[in-house]
Nanobody
Framework: QLVESGGGSVQAGGSLRLSCAAS?????VGWFRQAPGKEREGVAA????????YYADSVKGRFTISQDNTKNTVALQMNSLKVEDAGMYYC?????????????????????WGQGTQVTVS
């Protein structure tokens, strides 16, 4: 089970921190987002253990994904938010590993999905 929190409304240029609490340890955790009328987009992913991180080009340098293995939580720190960052953000987890599979470009590698948390940027 994955539970997201931390969404909300912020002005452009502001910051938000999303959190994903998992009921169990998984190899790979990622964040995905979907804006109304648009396709789902991968944002970031982290491989547990090695803590290797991967980002979509659109968020590199602005977003940071981090993992606390002791608490089975993954955070997404979002800075310098843009209007185009708005949408529903979903946490997802799966057993895949490695840069080819644990990546925001591979939503099919995720086995579990949270309910989502809304991010609004104006």
């Amino acid at each position: 089970q994955l539970v997201e929190s931390g969404g909300g409304s912020v002005q452009a240029g502001g910051s938000l921190r999303l959190s994903c609490a998992a009921s169990a340890y998984t190899n790979c955790v990622g964040w995905f987002r979907q804006a109304p009328g648009k396709e789902r987009e991968g944002v970031a992913a982290v491989t547990s253990g090695r803590r290797a991180t991967y980002y979509a080009d659109s968020v590199k340098g602005r977003f940071t994904i981090s993992q606390d293995n002791t608490k089975n939580t993954v955070a997404l720190q979002m800075n310098s938010l843009k209007v185009e960052d708005a949408g529903m953000y979903y946490c997802a987890a799966g057993s895949v590993t490695g840069p080819l599979f644990c990546t925001p470009r591979n939503p099919n590698g995720m086995d579990y999905w949270g309910q989502g948390t809304q991010v609004t940027v104006s």
